[in-house]
């Protein structure tokens, strides 16, 4: 393999510190860059030769879902902060729910919307929104907008307004949902809207990779898992200088990087926020360049 590649979570808590196998690594890399999707650059990693295909197509494949829609997004449950003129994405407003919650919730919407050439299918807690017919629109990760005004963020495209017109529709359904009475009931933030995104056509079946995926992600988790040690694409939830990123960096980054020096790999890709920089074995040899704070790579 000659890569690995490496995507951890950007959330500098209030007062940070410092991580200094990660910040040399940060000021001795090769080169650094913009990524736009880091999910595409990940996925050539283990599949080279392959395009990616839709996030939700693959998740809802592997959930065992069927090719017969012709179009499929993922239908992620978040919460929404209402301001003065604004709605805004709650910072921890990505919600999990568990299956019964999922189920409950396909089951009314299929009610509801039972003759709109759209429904709802659970593939255990998870929620999938199938169309009848392949649309044309493009969405984004809500991991991208958290905290943040959800203007930018909704669908775009020729049929965009009939998206944004059912995400509408659903908040207004979720509105005292029997669901979220249950979930107040439980503590648990109410679910504002779904939010459908990485949508494509079904697949019949997954594609081949050759390497395998370790962390959580809701793409990867759909692939073969490498383990903790063998993975070439690891998907970290964990910050920099806690306990878990202790964790990660001994039994992942460690021996990645006693690969790059034996010559087993090629490069180490690293990846958070919207940057990813690129290793080689070199960076024992750039000792000179000064290291600063890790979250300042990123800023």
């Given at each position: 393999?000659?890569?690995?590649?490496?995507?951890?979570?950007?959330?500098?808590?209030?007062?940070?510190?410092?991580?200094?196998?990660?910040?040399?690594?940060?000021?001795?890399?090769?080169?650094?860059?913009?990524?736009?999707?880091?999910?595409?650059?990940?996925?050539?990693?283990?599949?080279?030769?392959?395009?990616?295909?839709?996030?939700?197509?693959?998740?809802?494949?592997?959930?065992?879902?069927?090719?017969?829609?012709?179009?499929?997004?993922?239908?992620?449950?978040?919460?929404?902060?209402?301001?003065?003129?604004?709605?805004?994405?709650?910072?921890?407003?990505?919600?999990?729910?568990?299956?019964?919650?999922?189920?409950?919730?396909?089951?009314?919407?299929?009610?509801?919307?039972?003759?709109?050439?759209?429904?709802?299918?659970?593939?255990?807690?998870?929620?999938?929104?199938?169309?009848?017919?392949?649309?044309?629109?493009?969405?984004?990760?809500?991991?991208?907008?958290?905290?943040?005004?959800?203007?930018?963020?909704?669908?775009?495209?020729?049929?965009?307004?009939?998206?944004?017109?059912?995400?509408?529709?659903?908040?207004?359904?979720?509105?005292?949902?029997?669901?979220?009475?249950?979930?107040?009931?439980?503590?648990?933030?109410?679910?504002?809207?779904?939010?459908?995104?990485?949508?494509?056509?079904?697949?019949?079946?997954?594609?081949?990779?050759?390497?395998?995926?370790?962390?959580?992600?809701?793409?990867?988790?759909?692939?073969?898992?490498?383990?903790?040690?063998?993975?070439?694409?690891?998907?970290?939830?964990?910050?920099?200088?806690?306990?878990?990123?202790?964790?990660?960096?001994?039994?992942?980054?460690?021996?990645?990087?006693?690969?790059?020096?034996?010559?087993?790999?090629?490069?180490?890709?690293?990846?958070?926020?919207?940057?990813r920089f690129t290793i080689s074995a070199r960076w024992r040899r750039r000792f000179?360049?000064?290291?600063?704070?890790?979250?300042?790579?990123?800023?």
């Amino acid at each position: 393999m000659a890569a690995r590649y490496l995507r951890f979570q950007l959330r500098v808590p209030e007062e940070p510190g410092a991580s200094p196998l990660l910040e040399r690594l940060l000021a001795r890399a090769d080169e650094s860059a913009a990524v736009k999707d880091w999910r595409a650059e990940a996925f050539s990693v283990i599949a080279p030769q392959t395009p990616m295909p839709a996030i939700a197509a693959v998740v809802h494949r592997a959930a065992g879902g069927s090719g017969r829609d012709g179009w499929v997004f993922l239908a992620t449950p978040v919460h929404y902060l209402a301001e003065l003129s604004n709605v805004r994405f709650a910072g921890e407003g990505i919600l999990s729910l568990d299956a019964a919650q999922a189920a409950a919730l396909a089951c009314d919407f299929n009610r509801v919307w039972s003759d709109a050439g759209v429904h709802l299918w659970a593939g255990s807690n998870r929620l999938f929104c199938a169309f009848d017919r392949p649309l044309q629109v493009s969405t984004q990760d809500p991991d991208l907008a958290r905290g943040r005004h959800l203007e930018s963020f909704l669908p775009a495209g020729p049929d965009a307004a009939r998206v944004r017109r059912l995400m509408s529709e659903i908040e207004m359904w979720l509105f005292d949902h029997a669901v979220n009475r249950v979930r107040l009931q439980r503590a648990q933030l109410s679910v504002s809207g779904l939010w459908l995104w990485g949508g494509g056509a079904p697949l019949a079946a997954l594609p081949e990779v050759r390497g395998g995926a370790a962390g959580e992600d809701v793409f990867f988790d759909a692939f073969p898992q490498g383990g903790a040690r063998a993975a070439d694409v690891m998907v970290a939830d964990a910050m920099p200088n806690t306990p878990a990123w202790a964790d990660l960096e001994a039994r992942w980054l460690s021996p990645t990087l006693a690969d790059l020096s034996r010559g087993r790999l090629e490069r180490l890709e690293l990846s958070a926020g919207g940057r990813r920089f690129t290793i080689s074995a070199r960076w024992r040899r750039r000792f000179w360049r000064r290291t600063k704070p890790w979250w300042e790579y990123f800023e």
